[in-house]
């Protein structure tokens, strides 16, 4: 979809998605960059984990390849327990740089402890341990985990395999927002309609969605609990409704409303009272997203002639710019430290994904495609999630801050837009 239509109809319009089955719906992830520089780590079959339904080491290996960051030494089927300090001289020899051994061990009412170590072969000492309680069902939350405790160790960074993703399918007339993991797999749908659903937005308890519906013939915003699939309407003014995004401290939520004439910014509490205007031009203000801090929204407008990205204090004030370069930037999003911003720019060869350095103003585009939006973060800033267009369908893609990391997700006939990365789970 164009973007400045998508910009003008403030959101308003569809660029959506859906799969009629679930097996149908779940996302196939295409690895098609990788790191200048890789890892090499090796990551054995685990004792005993073939009293598991699924093996766990396999779920941590395909973490790690897919990150892009790390390249996996094969050291075969022979397993390398836990309880056992390996030959590291001999792995080092092999090429791994570092290595995790592994045991499953059963404790009693169907459940096991997964005790894993991680070891530097070039330092020959180990860089830590951990012992995950867990059931049969819950082997590939136990496996992200294990990827997400070795790609902190190694990387110096958190993880982003125990998150979760939302995006929209559409397939035929009808759409589903969807919940995944960060891999694509173990796909969920929260809600399936004949009419267009979009901008998801996570609440920062990884609980929650607030969406746009337009189930009742307009745009409307709902709050959805994801356990409980209870939702709630908190946005039915009189015109649209639109772009709703949660403050850092789930609370509130910044709503593009034309209640009051064109499309304006609000802020009001999550269950929909004490709405309040945050922010007034003559032109369209929308795609808001608060700062980490919560002392700032960003917003695309084209208050001074041509779309692009302001700021307002999050209680209201003047709007200060923050886009200068070219003649179309909108959707900002802070970076989780909030020192960058991701945004999508039009440039010469179409809508592409960039990243501001918010302290030098340095602005670079990540991506080579040419119908980007949508951008998202993951929880520990080193991904952006992003919709586009191949071979004339609507995917997600990936992209690492320094451009060197890309994957492509997708599903089979089907058109996939309208990603949010959601937030770190709390343990």
């Known amino acids: 979809m164009h973007m400045m239509t998508r910009f003008v109809r403030t959101l308003a319009a569809a660029c959506l998605a859906l799969a009629a089955l679930a097996a149908q719906a779940q996302l196939s992830i295409e690895i098609t960059g ?45 397993a390398l327990p836990e309880s056992v300090r390996p030959d590291l001289a001999g792995l080092r020899g092999r090429g791994a740089d570092a ?109 929650r969605l607030a969406y746009v519906s337009f189930e009742s013939k307009k745009p409307v915003v709902y709050v959805h609990d994801l356990p409980t699939g209870q939702r709630q309407v908190v946005a039915n003014f009189r015109g649209s409704n639109s772009a709703p995004a949660w403050a850092p401290d789930g609370r509130r939520l910044a709503v593009v409303l034309t209640k009051d004439g064109n499309s304006q910014l609000y802020v009001l509490n999550a269950d929909g009272s004490g709405a309040r205007r945050i922010a007034s031009s003559n032109g369209i203000d929308t795609e808001p997203s608060w700062s980490p801090d919560g002392a700032w929204i960003y917003f695309s407008s084209d208050r001074g002639g041509s779309a692009q990205i302001y700021r307002v204090p999050s209680e209201g004030g003047s709007a200060q710019r923050v886009t200068f370069e070219g003649n179309y930037n909108v959707t900002p999003r802070p970076s989780p430290d909030g020192k960058s911003l991701a945004f999508i720019t039009r440039s010469s060869r179409g809508f592409q994904v960039a990243v501001m350095d918010l ?69």
């Open 34 to 78: 990788a790191g200048a520089t890789r890892f090499p780590v090796a990551i054995p079959v685990f004792e005993n984990e073939g009293v598991l339904p699924r093996s766990i080491s396999d779920v941590v290996r395909a973490d790690l390849e897919r990150s892009g960051l790390f390249s996996l030494i094969d050291l075969g089927i022979v």
């Open 359 to 427: 302290a030098s103003r340095q602005t670079t585009i990540l991506t080579d495609s040419t119908r980007d939006e949508s951008p998202s973060f993951a929880p520990n800033g080193r991904m952006i999630l992003y919709a586009t267009e191949n071979g004339g369908r609507g995917v997600l893609a990936a992209v690492s801050t320094d451009a060197r990391v890309r994957q492509r997700l997708s599903v089979q006939a089907a058109d996939v837009r309208e990603p949010a990365w959601g937030p770190q789970p709390s343990f």
């Open 99 to 207: 290595v995790l051994t592994g045991s499953v061990v059963a404790v009693g009412d169907g459940r096991y402890d997964v005790r894993f170590r991680l070891f530097d072969t070039q330092k020959q000492s180990e860089l830590g341990a951990m012992a995950l309680r867990t059931s049969p069902a819950q082997h590939r939350a136990t496996g992200h985990r294990i990827a997400d405790f070795v790609y902190e160790k190694l990387t110096g960074q958190p993880g982003y395999f125990s998150t979760r993703i939302a995006y929209v399918v559409k397939s035929g007339p009808r759409y589903e927002l969807q919940v995944a993991d960060a891999d694509g797999m173990n796909p969920q749908t929260a809600l399936a309609s004949r009419e267009p659903i979009i901008s998801p937005s996570w609440a920062p308890d990884g609980q």
